[in-house]
C-alpha cells in the first residue's frame, strides 16, 4: 500500500512526462532542421505512448490520472474526497509547470516561440463552442476508458492492457481534435506551456471542455455500469 506522498510523486511524474514529451514532440515537428518530422499523427502517437507508458509505470500507485479532467471523474464518483481531488489537482499542474519550464530552457527560442511551446490552440475556422465541444468529447472517451479498464471489476481481463488501451484513446483523442484545438484532453497539459511561454488566449476552453468531458463520463459510468440494482 502506497501512502499519499507516493501517490502525489507519481501524479507529478506521470503528468511532467505527459507534458515534456507531448508538448516537446509539438517543438520537435516545428524545429527547422527537422520540418513537419512527425506530423499530427506522430505527435499523436508520442502523447498516447507517454500516457500509455506512465500508466503501466506508475498507475498502481496513484491510480495513473495524469490528468485534472480524469480525477474530477473520480472526484464526482466519490472514489476521491476534495482535499484529495484538490492535492492531485496541485500536483500534476506542479508536474506540467516544470515539464514546459525545462523545455523552455533546453528548446532555441525561435523553435518554441513558433509554437508557443506546444500550447495548443484552436483553429481560426472552429468557434469557441465547437473547440470546447470538441475538447470535452474526446476527454469523455478517455475518461470512459479509463473507468471501464481500472475500475470496473468485470473487465478483469482488460486489466492488463489498461495503460495501452488509455494511451491509445488518449492518442485517438489527440489525432482527431489535434489539428482543430490543438488536442490537449487535459487541463494540466495546456496550462504548463501556457505559463512558460506566456499565452493565454482562449485558455478557458481547456479547462471547461475537459472537465464537463471527465465529469460526464465518471459520473455516466458509475451511474449506468458500477452501480448495483
Not at 505527435?43 to 479532467?69: C, D, E, K, Q, R
Not at 490552440?121 to 465547437?130: N, P, Q
Not at 471547461?208 to 440494482?229: I, N, T
Amino acid at each position: 500500500m502506497y501512502n499519499f506522498a507516493q501517490k502525489l510523486t507519481a501524479e507529478f511524474l506521470g503528468t511532467f512526462a505527459l507534458v515534456f514529451f507531448g508538448a516537446g514532440a509539438i517543438c520537435v515537428d516545428w524545429y527547422p532542421h527537422a520540418t513537419n518530422a512527425l506530423g499530427p499523427l506522430g505527435i499523436a502517437l508520442v502523447y498516447g505512448l507517454t500516457m500509455a507508458i506512465m500508466v503501466s509505470a506508475l498507475g498502481h500507485i496513484s491510480g495513473g490520472h495524469f490528468n485534472p479532467a480524469i480525477t474530477i471523474g473520480f472526484w464526482v464518483t466519490k472514489r476521491l474526497n476534495s482535499v484529495d481531488t484538490v492535492s492531485y489537482w496541485a500536483v500534476q499542474l506542479a508536474g506540467a509547470i516544470a515539464a514546459a519550464f525545462l523545455l523552455k530552457a533546453l528548446i532555441p527560442d525561435d523553435t518554441w516561440r513558433a509554437v508557443a511551446l506546444g500550447t495548443p490552440k484552436f483553429a481560426h475556422e472552429f468557434t469557441r463552442l465547437s473547440a470546447m465541444m470538441l475538447e470535452g468529447g474526446t476527454t469523455f472517451f478517455l475518461v470512459l476508458t479509463v473507468f471501464a479498464t481500472t475500475l470496473d471489476e468485470r473487465s478483469v481481463a482488460f486489466r492488463p492492457v489498461a495503460g495501452f488501451a488509455i494511451g491509445l484513446s488518449l492518442g485517438l483523442g489527440s489525432l482527431i481534435a489535434g489539428p482543430f484545438t490543438g488536442g490537449a484532453l487535459n487541463p494540466a497539459r495546456a496550462f504548463g506551456p501556457a505559463l512558460a511561454s506566456s499565452h493565454w488566449q482562449n485558455h478557458g476552453i481547456y479547462w471547461v471542455g475537459p472537465l464537463a468531458g471527465g465529469f460526464l463520463a465518471g459520473f455516466l459510468y458509475d451511474s449506468l455500469f458500477l452501480k448495483k440494482a
